[in-house]
């Protein structure tokens, strides 16, 4: 199942194998059949003659590399069906580089492969849920069989791709996709089967708790009421219950338990297993988490998860993504979301963000959509602020354009810091105030950051709000509007456009401070210079007559623009040759680029910025870093080839590139621009 495209990229993309020189194609098929082996000769297989290399697909057993993906892809866009067996032997082989050329696959046994991965987890994981996520429901009918069936080693992966598919797309579309390929009888078999509990159907057997955990000290967990607590001959079975793979009768526990005791019950335990080594064996420890969890166990968990991949825990820390996700409160996800948005270790931020992916798809909104939801309220008044009450006098809270909160007395007049409460206060007012105004600070320099993030990311790559979404989640949002009203933004509708601001009492105006009227059927977005033209100007004065601070550069944005010939071109040559100190090539990565997959000897050959779906401006650099130690290599690097690619690689000059910069928004092509002549700045001369 080909997705609009694809194969066409597939059979044009690069192999990056030298076509053999004046081929003799029939000799070199009738040398290979006669060696009597089936496995090497890349470059036959790549570029001989259809007619003479699709009869000894089947059999080829490919090269034994990690990047066999690399010619997968072309032969499996040429070749389909006959390319599936050696497409899924490198897969084997190497799931975590080769399983790319199986995606398009809807095939039974690939179909088995993938529920195995779902099981066993490893390195098959990430391209299970993959090939899950694609295909769907799709994927229910080559399952079924072994789900229903009476072999234990087949039912197994079966029944879990089943309940995997279910989480994705809901029951009754996987009990339709298996009635109308097995009949009504298999499709309520498939609905009892997947309504029933795992544990009840055998999927899931509790494991042996190790010996680090002692039931004794754990707090009691009170019933509803308060008035009891769970006996302590029941701990047990608590702990048991809290250890199977899936959750089961937590609805019961949650209705008979009094709010909070469960989660810090679970946090308890939590805290004996990572006191005892983090024993992989035991790693239930942590998922239990997900079912007995609340917002503060969030609060807590956030940090050990962004620390671990540091201490050698990425496992660990990509299970405690699955606990943000299954807790799945506005606060959790928000969590999970920052980390996909920022963290130091580029594999949990995939992580993270492949989570946020699956939530997304799951409420059917765009992971943009979802974001906009993410953000919380805080607690804030209508007017986006707060009012601390110390009971002899009060305090107002207001925010700056980075999102930092300050206090103002009752006149409005701002404080350098909230006072503590003192004799004269209400003694439990001013305390409790005090600790707010605390807790409000910390909780917004979570989100804070990736606020100013992400709306510099949507002038950037040209995002549009419908204008009731523009009024929930920007104008109206306690937080967000305090960016928003700092911004200039357009308004497209049909072939006009139209810029304005929001005021203070959030209605709209234009550059010459004229009550603006934003038309129902317009498409809002944050406006760039480019949009605004010759009116940038105006714009700045407006902004200058009321002290209106910027949250990131927008008027004063620099502007570049291609040359004709760069507009022809599918590289910027102005750039190449550049020498810079590694640091400053590093500082792309806080403008939005990545650093490249770590090739031969753990080197980052390149670094890379995604500019539109499948295109990517890449920098090819020499000598590259070194993982883990990124001066090793050299103090400079040197840009070799900045160029246009459908995905980060090499650049190979004998092949060059059919992409031009001229494709790209003009928008994206000045940002491109933006930074690279930063660093040509301060290139070595």
Not at 26 to 51: I, K, R
Not at 461 to 478: C, S
Request: charge should be negative; hydrophobic fraction near 40%; proline fraction near 7%.
């Amino acid at each position: 199942m080909w997705r609009e495209g694809e194969r066409e990229e597939w059979l044009q993309w690069d192999p990056k194998t030298e076509r053999p020189d004046a081929p003799d194609w029939e000799a070199l098929v009738g040398a290979y059949t006669s060696a009597g082996h089936d496995s090497g000769n890349v470059q036959l297989m790549v570029y001989g003659p259809e007619e003479l290399i699709r009869p000894l697909m089947p059999r080829w057993k490919g090269y034994g590399v990690r990047w066999a993906h690399v010619w997968m892809r072309p032969l499996a866009a040429r070749y389909e069906l006959d390319a599936l067996p050696p497409a899924v032997r490198t897969a084997k082989a190497f799931p975590d580089t080769c399983c790319e050329p199986l995606m398009p696959y809807l095939d039974g046994g690939v179909a088995r492969f993938m529920a195995e991965g779902l099981v066993k987890r490893g390195a098959l994981l990430g391209p299970a849920r993959r090939w899950f996520g694609r295909h769907g429901v799709d994927a229910v009918p080559l399952l079924v069989p072994a789900a229903l069936g009476d072999k234990a080693k087949e039912r197994r992966p079966a029944e879990t791709a089943l309940r995997y598919v279910r989480d994705l797309r809901g029951l009754d579309g996987v009990v339709a996709a298996a009635r109308d390929a097995h009949g009504d009888e298999a499709a309520e078999a498939v609905r009892t089967l997947l309504s029933t509990p795992p544990v009840e159907t055998g999927l899931d057997r509790p494991p042996a708790v190790g010996a680090w955990l002692d039931p004794t000290p754990l707090p009691q967990v009170l019933l509803r009421g308060g008035e009891r607590a769970l006996p302590r001959e029941a701990v047990g079975r608590l702990v048991e219950v809290l250890a199977l793979p899936a959750p089961y009768a937590m609805d019961e526990l949650a209705e008979a338990c009094a709010p909070g005791t469960l989660s810090e019950c679970g946090w308890a335990l939590f805290q004996q297993w990572l006191d005892a080594g983090k024993p992989s064996k035991d790693a239930w420890a942590l998922r239990q988490l997900g079912r007995t969890g609340d917002d503060d166990t969030v609060r807590r968990l956030t940090p050990v998860i962004r620390a671990w991949p540091g201490e050698g825990g990425h496992k660990n820390a990509v299970h405690g993504l699955d606990v943000l996700a299954e807790i799945g409160t506005d606060v959790a996800l928000m969590h999970l979301h920052g980390i996909g948005q920022k963290v130091k270790f580029k594999g949990l931020q995939a992580e993270a963000q492949e989570r946020i992916r699956q939530v997304a798809k799951r409420l059917d909104l765009s992971t943009d959509q979802l974001a906009d939801r993410l953000v919380p309220d805080f607690g804030l008044d209508a007017e986006g602020g707060m009012t601390l009450d110390y009971g002899t006098r009060r305090f107002l809270v207001r925010f700056d354009e980075q999102l930092k909160p300050f206090v103002a007395d009752e006149d409005g007049k701002r404080r350098k810091t909230l006072p503590k409460p003192a004799a004269k206060d209400d003694p439990e007012l001013a305390p409790a105030a005090y600790q707010a105004f605390a807790a409000l600070k910390k909780d917004v320099r979570t989100v804070a950051a990736d606020q100013l993030r992400r709306l510099e990311q949507a002038m950037v790559t040209r995002r549009r709000w419908t204008p009731a979404e523009f009024g929930e989640f920007i104008v109206r949002h306690p937080l967000v509007w305090h960016i928003a009203r700092r911004l200039v933004w357009l308004a497209e509708d049909g072939g006009t456009t139209a810029a304005f601001r929001i005021a203070e009492d959030r209605t709209f105006a234009d550059a010459g401070d004229e009550a603006f009227a934003l038309p129902a059927s317009a498409r809002v977005g944050v406006a760039h210079p480019l949009d605004l033209g010759d009116t940038v100007k105006a714009w700045s004065e407006v902004f200058a007559d009321y002290e209106i601070s910027q949250p990131f550069p927008q008027l004063t944005r620099p502007v570049h623009t291609l040359t004709e010939q760069e507009r022809g071109s599918g590289r910027l040559e102005r750039f190449e040759g550049l020498k810079l100190p590694f640091g400053d090539v590093l500082g792309l990565v806080k403008l939005g680029w990545e650093r490249g997959a770590p090739l031969d000897a753990g080197v980052e050959r390149w670094i890379s910025r995604r500019v539109a779906d499948r295109r990517y401006v890449v920098i090819d650099l020499d000598p590259g870093f070194a993982v883990g130690a990124l001066d090793a290599t050299g103090d400079h690097q040197v840009l070799e080839y900045v160029w246009l690619a459908v995905e980060p690689a090499d650049f190979w000059p004998s092949k060059g590139t059919p992409l031009t910069f001229g494709e790209l928004h003009p928008v994206m092509a000045s940002e491109i621009l933006s930074d690279l002549t930063a660093l040509a700045d301060r290139a070595e001369k």
